[in-house]
């Protein structure tokens, strides 16, 4: 069984994937990026949401601290999730220079994000939420995202 730090971060590589794929596509024809885009988006989305709804909350509940990492996470997560909307925004408008700038923005905030989390955050939460670790990896990967 992973760790919430291996599980979280296997996942960021999976993501970060996604992108890649969708950057990759948009590069030849931009309508060729919406189906990768919206998966990007999905899986990410899921992330966040494992994050928030799991893994935050079960820190917060061990920790007392309500208002350091964990909230700076949400925080970035939302202005990530604006920038999503922008990628998609961009493909419908068949916007190739908003859509590649938008890519630029949201690849430094999430790489930034990501190596915030994974310095730092993880393993504080590996280490405050070891006995409960399995647990915990099992609600996040059962959860589904609509």
């Not at 909350?57 to 920038?83: D, S």
């Not at 916007?95 to 700038?101: A, E, I, L, R, T």
Request: some cysteine; hydrophobic content about 40%; proline content about 1%.
């Amino acid at each position: 069984m992973d760790s919430i730090k291996g599980y979280l971060t296997n996942d960021h590589r999976k993501c970060d994937g996604l992108f890649a794929k969708m950057e990759e596509a948009a590069m030849t024809f931009l309508g060729d990026a919406k189906s990768l885009a919206e998966e990007f988006i999905k899986e990410t989305e899921r992330h966040f949401q494992m994050e928030e709804r799991v893994m935050f909350l079960e820190f917060e509940q061990k920790t007392g601290i309500t208002q350091g990492p964990t909230a700076v996470m949400r925080h970035e997560h939302t202005q990530m999730r604006g920038l999503m909307k922008q990628l998609l925004e961009s493909i419908e408008s068949d916007n190739k220079d908003k859509f590649f700038g938008t890519c630029e923005t949201l690849m430094i905030l999430l790489q930034q994000h990501n190596m915030k989390e994974e310095q730092m955050l993880y393993p504080m939460a590996q280490q405050h939420l070891a006995t409960e670790s399995a647990r915990i990896v099992d609600m996040m990967d059962s959860m589904i995202v609509e």
